[in-house]
T-cell receptor
Framework: DTAVSQTPKYLVTQMGNDKSIKCEQN?????MYWYKQDSKKFLKIMFS???????INETVPNRFSPKSPDKAHLNLHINSLELGDSAVYFC?????????????FGPGTRLTVL | AQSVSQHNHHVILSEAASLELGCNYS??????LFWYVQYPGQHLQLLLK??????LVKGIKGFEAEFIKSKFSFNLRKPSVQWSDTAEYFC??????????FGAGTQVVVTP
């Protein structure tokens, strides 16, 4: 059973296009996250939702819009893709908001913008 | 600025050698600290975490880490590495609401 799954695994697209990445978790967690890992493997948080409510919104271009239809899903839509958006995007989830709770990561979506 | 620093970007060592990866953070107050590992082509997995109590924490696969509050450090250790420990290792601090601030990562290569 996959705990945190993401689709697609790979995404290759042209500059200017709009694309979405989907994330689903079957762990019953309340909180979900999106992270971006750049070419140097540096990980940075982008967004977080708790029970469908946005709780973290880091300094991310407004071309990126997260959507949480329910607490098991957190999708990421990206408008007008740019070369610099090329990265691996990881979804994560964790139970509640307690500081000690670990996050469980998905397998990642490698986005390549040409 | 608040940050997480990992001292080594690349470490190469032989099987059976001991490993220690440094991590320093600059946050004040109570911190929750994590070490994650990313094997080639895979997602991040938790190795261990510290939030209170015994500053020496043990994780999976023989890893341990020591929290030294006075030094703002949370170094990861393994007494004898294996080839399968080849991976990227990330230290992270919880900034609240699960907002993990990651270090830049350390690429560890274990040679047979």
């Amino acid at each position: 059973d996959t705990a945190v799954s993401q689709t697609p695994k790979y995404l290759v697209t042209q500059m200017g296009n709009d694309k979405s990445i989907k994330c689903e978790q079957n762990l019953g967690h309340d909180t979900m996250y999106w992270y971006k890992q750049d070419s140097k493997k540096f990980l940075k948080i982008m967004f977080s939702y708790n029970n469908k409510e946005l709780i973290i919104n880091e300094t991310v271009p407004n071309r990126f819009s997260p959507k949480s239809p329910d607490k098991a899903h957190l999708n990421l839509h990206i408008n007008s893709l740019e070369l610099g958006d090329s990265a691996v995007y990881f979804c994560a989830s964790r139970p509640g908001t307690g500081s000690y709770n670990e996050q469980f990561f998905g397998p990642g979506t490698r986005l390549t913008v040409l | 600025a608040q940050s997480v620093s990992q001292h080594n970007h690349h470490v190469i060592l032989s099987e059976a050698a001991s490993l220690e990866l440094g991590c320093n953070y600059s946050y004040g107050g109570t911190v929750n600290l994590f070490w994650y590992v990313q094997y080639p082509g895979q997602h991040l997995q938790l190795l261990l975490k510290y939030f209170s109590g015994d500053p020496l924490v043990k994780g999976i696969k023989g890893f341990e880490a020591e929290f030294i509050k006075s030094k703002f450090s949370f170094n990861l250790r393994k007494p004898s590495v294996q080839w399968s420990d080849t991976a990227e290792y990330f230290c992270a601090v919880n900034r609240g609401w699960g907002k993990l601030q990651f270090g830049a990562g350390t690429q560890v290569v274990v040679t047979p």
